[in-house]
């Protein structure tokens, strides 16, 4: 079990996985429940449970996880739709890449929560609000990341196909692209986390509705077990997300996983 | 009939940060006859492998010219195959796709492509294997591969940077023999660079010897030994007197490229 980079067998793998999540919740417990931290700053597991299942039977609080969750999504995916293949001309063709590269470098750096005043001032508390927040926090992330993941595709592989005659479109589709896709998915499964923190923010400042303004409205009646609840929620959500999205990855690309 | 001429080919690699300028090869001229086997032979570092890729063009001369057929070469294109040294078969692709790279750049249709892989994968032996990824194969196995790949476009020409370099002993013996049978049917035109000294006589009807850096042709020693050979030629005084002989001219350029490492 200590032996370096020696690998543990999937049993052994999933028990120690779950032994965490069990020592997480003792300590928590012990903490809470033994008295140690007054529940006015943290509420202890089983109140935190009971508040989460008042949440969803008197609250309606699926819907703000469902509201949550389609702003992530949503922004996440009209992110994906424009910065993709911008990353991937900009990695296939150095001239795009130096013509934006320097602007996204830049823009990458401006906090989308910083945006959230402006964005209000602009499209309001509504959706259009919700979704640019995270089109902002994730669009030039994925760009730049594209971007490098193309532009160090292998070299020896473009030589090959030019051998075998294929020419510009040829090399940035079935070579460049194909090759990068694994990686690109990979990309995505890392913003999309990111994504998470920027539509709380979001949902924290003039919001009606979601995850966050839950967490939010929790804070003024000092209900701790709430927000804590919400917060567990996210949680879950981005763990259940990224499972998915590695055993689509697995799918797509097997030769990626070979060994 | 000339294949390929290549005429006057020199490369200069320019400095780095200052530095003096590298002359990779001297001018090199060579007629290559239609179903030449040619092996170029050299120690490493003389540029062999610069001239195969200014053939294939993927890179450029600084002075001279390819013609093949009569025609400029001045860009890569499918009708000069190449296989390279390093492992380049396209990871995503299984073996029959890989084989079919070239061919659906061109757009044969689906059913002829079928064929044609067919063809190769038998021909190279890889029949069970057609839905195999690459990282499922030995390196032998990807190296035949490559070679059917390029086979398959029906280039006018075969190119080939060092195959078998990255094989073992046994592995590459057999490749050898495995090419030798596909050009002994086929005819093809070869070029082939290595460093070996065994395999440029075996397989080659002309060896090209190549000096040290800065390269150029030091001679050109025609092998003449009958076809099809079979491994057990490698043993005879025939070619051993070949082998002698190659070995006296390529040593004192091994010797010189060491130096010229100092």
């Known amino acids: ?259 | 009939m000339t294949k390929l001429r290549i005429d006057n080919v020199s490369r200069v690699f320019p400095g780095v940060r200052g530095s003096e300028p590298t002359r990779a090869l001297e001018p090199v001229s060579l007629d290559v006859a239609d179903n030449d086997f040619i092996t170029i032979l050299g120690p490493s570092g003389c540029g062999k492998s610069t001239l195969l890729r200014i053939v294939a063009g993927l890179d450029q001369p600084t002075t001279g010219s390819v013609l093949l057929e009569g025609q400029p070469v001045s860009q890569p294109g499918p009708d000069r195959g190449m296989v390279f040294q390093s492992y380049t078969l396209f990871p995503w692709l299984t073996v029959r796709e890989n084989i079919c790279f070239g061919l659906r750049e061109k757009k044969v249709p689906d059913a002829e492509q079928r064929e044609i892989s067919d063809r190769f994968i038998e021909q190279v032996g890889l029949r069970g294997f057609e839905n195999h990824y690459p990282k499922q194969l030995s390196g032998g196995m990807q190296q035949r591969t490559a070679l059917a790949r390029a086979l398959a476009n029906d280039p006018k020409i075969l190119l080939l940077d060092e195959p078998f370099g990255a094989l073992d002993n046994q592995t590459r013996a057999l490749m050898q023999e495995l090419l030798l049978g596909i050009w002994e049917a086929s005819r093809k035109t070869v070029l082939f660079v290595t460093h070996d000294i065994d395999e440029a006589i075996f397989m080659a009807n002309r060896v090209l010897v190549m000096t040290a850096r800065p390269g150029r042709v030091k001679c050109d020693i025609t092998i003449d030994l009958p076809h099809p050979r079979h491994y057990t030629m490698k043993t005879t005084p025939e070619f051993a007197a070949y082998k002698a002989r190659l070995t006296e001219e390529i040593r004192v350029e091994s010797i010189r490229a060491a130096e010229l490492e100092h």
């Open chain 1, 1 to 259: 079990m200590f032996e370096p980079l020696q690998p543990v067998s999937p049993g052994r793998r999933t028990v120690l996985g779950i032994l965490f999540f069990v020592l997480f919740f003792a300590v928590w417990g012990g903490i809470t429940l033994g008295g140690i931290v007054p529940p006015l700053f943290l509420a202890d597991p089983l109140k935190a449970l009971q508040s989460g299942i008042t949440l969803f039977t008197e609250h309606g609080f699926i819907v703000d996880v469902g509201l949550t969750i389609w702003r992530v999504v949503g922004g996440f995916i009209i992110a994906a739709i424009f910065a993709v293949p911008l990353g991937i001309l900009m990695g296939a063709f150095k001239g795009v890449e130096a013509f934006f590269e320097p602007f996204v470098s830049f823009a990458r750096y401006l906090p989308a929560s910083a945006f959230i005043p402006l964005l209000i001032l602009w499209a309001g508390i509504g959706e259009t609000q919700k979704l640019s927040v995270i089109i902002i926090g994730s669009v030039f992330q994925i760009i730049l990341m594209v971007a490098v993941t193309v532009g160090g595709s292998r070299l020896d592989l473009v030589e090959a196909s030019k051998t075998l005659g294929a020419r510009r479109s040829g090399i940035v589709l079935r070579v460049l692209l194909p090759g990068a896709a694994p990686q690109i998915a990979e990309i995505l499964r890392l913003v999309l986390g990111w994504a998470w923190t920027y539509v709380i923010v979001a949902e924290l400042i003039g919001a009606q509705s979601g995850i966050g303004h839950m967490i939010m409205d929790s804070q003024r009646l000092l209900d701790t077990g709430q927000m804590i609840f919400g917060i567990f929620i996210i949680g879950l959500i981005g763990l259940i997300s990224d499972f998915l999205f590695k055993k689509a990855n697995q799918r797509l690309f097997p030769w990626y996983f070979i060994k």
